[in-house]
C-alpha cells in the first residue's frame, strides 16, 4: 500500500523560503515519477509546480521557474521542493504525487501541506 507524508509547511513572509518533503513507502519509487502539486483555493483544480523524473529530469511551472527546485533521494525514497522568495501568490495546499505513466491522476497524492506567505 502506497503512502505519502508530507512535511514543512507552515507561514512565511514575502521573500522567505520553505523546504517541503515528501516521504514515500509502500513500493520501489525509483522508476515513478515524483512531483508537486497546489491548490491555491478550494474550487480550483491542483495545478503542477514540479515534477522529477526517475533519471533526475524536472519540469516547471513557468510561475516559479528560478524560485523552486524539486529533487530527489532515491535512496530514501523521499521528494524534497526547495521554495525560495516565496510571494503571497504562492499560498496554497502543496500535494506530492507519485505515479508510473505520465498522468498524475492516475497516482497516489499526499493529504497536503499548507503554505502561506503573508505578511
Known amino acids: 500500500q502506497v503512502q505519502l507524508a508530507e512535511s514543512g509547511g507552515g507561514s512565511v513572509q514575502p521573500g522567505g523560503s520553505l523546504r517541503l518533503s515528501c516521504a514515500a513507502s509502500?513500493?520501489?519509487?525509483?522508476?515513478?515519477?515524483m512531483g508537486w502539486y497546489r491548490r491555491q483555493y478550494p474550487e480550483k483544480e491542483r495545478d503542477m509546480v514540479a515534477?522529477?523524473?526517475?533519471?533526475?529530469?524536472?519540469t516547471y511551472a513557468d510561475s516559479v521557474k528560478g524560485r523552486f527546485t524539486i529533487s530527489r533521494d532515491n535512496a530514501k525514497d523521499v521528494v524534497y521542493l526547495q521554495m525560495n522568495s516565496l510571494k503571497p501568490e504562492d499560498t496554497a495546499v502543496y500535494y506530492c504525487?507519485?505515479?508510473?505513466?505520465?498522468?498524475?491522476?492516475?497516482?497516489?497524492w499526499g493529504q497536503g501541506t499548507q503554505v502561506t506567505v503573508s505578511s
Open positions: 504525487n507519485v505515479e508510473e505513466t505520465g498522468s498524475p491522476a492516475a497516482g497516489y
Open positions: 509502500g513500493d520501489d519509487f525509483s522508476r515513478y515519477y
Open positions: 515534477v522529477i523524473t526517475s533519471s533526475g529530469s524536472s
